[in-house]
């Protein structure tokens, strides 16, 4: 049968389905000291809202999510986007694997489109894990920072790790997920761009979902980067959200 999707961890539902499925999470994002420095009113303490989507089926699977930042103030709005496919290669494990990742801020915008292959599985124990590895090509319009020079194309390679598993506590359903995003071999005029300085760079969230009833969870999310997220080393925050499943 069918493995399922790796973006279905992502959605931290806890049980595995093979159906269209969708999410609507709403809450905060509440950034460190370091991050708001260096962004001010966009990495802060900011509400969003997020629609996450999939679909899996015997040959491959869909994921998809548009989230909404400072959804309280106009001016800083921010959009991201974010579309991952799996193609099944047979019965292998492995999977033809594809991601577009759009970030659009008040002025500047970053399309990052990697094309790679993947391999996931889900363990007897239920966990489930999968790796996928991919080239990275950046399109990108820097308005906002003064950058002229800056051309679109190959910024290096990309590795990206993901491990989710349902579990029971105290008689109550929870989900606990981690991902971990890798860059490597990036452009020196990229870095130089972005102030992250390092080639290698790294991003990652870590993420417990309660399920409070059968439709809902109550969400808490720890993400951080080194050398990554427009930051030079380690910066980090921590998400509140509530997601509601239909």
Not at 68 to 81: F, Y
Request: glycine residues 10%; negative net charge; hydrophobic residues 40%.
């Amino acid at each position: 049968m069918k493995k399922n999707l790796c973006l279905l961890a992502l959605l931290l539902q806890t049980s595995i389905t093979y159906a269209t499925d969708f999410t609507l999470e709403a809450g905060v994002m509440d950034w460190s000291d370091k991050a708001e420095e260096a962004f001010g009113d966009q990495r802060s303490t900011n509400p969003f809202l997020k629609l996450h989507g999939y679909n899996a089926t015997e040959f491959g699977d869909i994921y998809g999510n548009v989230q909404l930042e400072d959804i309280d103030k106009s001016a800083e709005l921010g959009v991201e986007v974010v579309l991952i496919g799996q193609a099944n290669l047979g019965e292998t494990g492995f999977n033809l694997y594809s991601q577009v990742y759009v970030k659009n801020e008040p002025d500047w915008s970053e399309t990052l489109i990697l094309p790679g292959i993947s391999w996931d599985k889900v363990l007897n124990n239920g966990l489930y894990v999968q790796a996928a590895v991919a080239a990275n090509f950046v399109v990108a319009d820097y308005r906002g920072l003064g950058v002229t020079n800056w051309e679109n194309g190959y910024n290096g390679g990309y590795l990206t790790l993901t491990a989710s598993k349902g579990f029971t506590l105290w008689e109550q359903n929870f989900n606990l997920m981690w991902n971990q995003e890798h860059y490597f071999g990036r452009d020196d005029l990229y870095l130089n761009i972005t102030g992250e300085d390092e080639a290698f760079g790294y991003n990652g969230w870590l993420v417990l979902d309660w399920q409070i009833i059968p439709s809902a969870a109550m969400s808490l999310s720890y993400r951080y980067s080194q050398n990554n997220m427009g930051l030079k080393g380690y910066s980090d925050g921590v998400f509140y959200s509530l997601k509601y499943n239909f």
